[in-house]
């Protein structure tokens, strides 16, 4: 069975240039959620979509947005790219509650320059 | 958020059983507690998780305090492949609708030595 899919795998950008990530879920889960993931530290939560509407948002400027499509695959959009965004971004997906696993793709590798 | 706080590092041979500590003295009532792992250059991969009973399945076992103040997750046998980042994470559920967001602290990289 195929896990959850992200693309591009490794991406170089500079600054104030504009990034978009792609993420595939495992199929069935409605669920989608990304994570940014500095070297040296653990994920932080961006964003949560669920049924294509956003669930929860965490403490990220606005220059950062996302989407899920009818097909639940989803994107991560970041304008005005700072070098403090470089970082590893991760997706992940899941059945809702009362499943409690969710499953992590290898994540898109952003560098700034 | 309710935090966390683990060790940093610790370390292990292969073959012998791995106890890795986990304080969450503001946990509430109706928190999860779960764990993840991180193995070099991959996502987190989901290892475990509990409210308030002992939980095993075929990847670990999950200790949980009776005042559920801290846990131990425990590795029965480490092999190589068990080197990873550790996660130990309290759920938070917002809203209706199945939303959550899990909330990881540094974790705890667990080298296990031949």
């Known amino acids: 069975d195929a896990g959850v899919t992200q693309s591009p795998t490794h991406l170089i950008k500079t600054r104030g240039q504009h990034v978009t990530l792609r993420c595939s879920p495992i199929s069935g889960h409605k669920s989608v959620s990304w994570y940014q993931q500095v070297l040296g530290q653990g994920p932080q939560f961006i964003f949560q979509y669920y049924e294509k509407e956003e669930r929860g948002r965490g403490n990220f400027p606005d220059r950062f947005s996302a989407r899920q499509f009818p097909n639940y695959s989803s994107e991560l959009n970041v304008n005005a790219l700072l070098l403090g965004d470089s970082a590893l971004y991760l997706c992940a997906s899941s059945f809702p509650p009362p499943y409690n696993e969710q499953f992590f793709g290898p994540g898109t590798r952003l560098t700034v320059l | 958020d309710a935090k966390t706080t683990q060790p940093n590092s610790m370390e292990s041979n292969e073959e012998e059983p791995v106890h890795l500590p986990c304080n969450h003295s503001?946990?509430?009532?109706?928190?999860?507690i779960h764990w993840y792992r991180q193995l070099p250059s991959q996502g987190p991969e989901y290892v475990i998780h509990?409210?308030?009973s002992n939980v095993n399945n075929r990847m670990a076992s999950l200790a949980i305090a009776e005042d559920r103040k801290s846990s131990t997750l425990i590795l029965h046998r480490a092999t190589l492949r068990d080197a990873a980042v550790y996660y130990c994470i309290l759920r938070d559920v917002m809203g209706q609708g199945g939303s959550e967001k899990l909330v990881f602290g540094k974790g705890t990289k667990l080298t296990v030595n031949p």
């Open positions: 503001t946990i509430s009532g109706t928190d999860y």
């Open positions: 509990g409210l308030t």
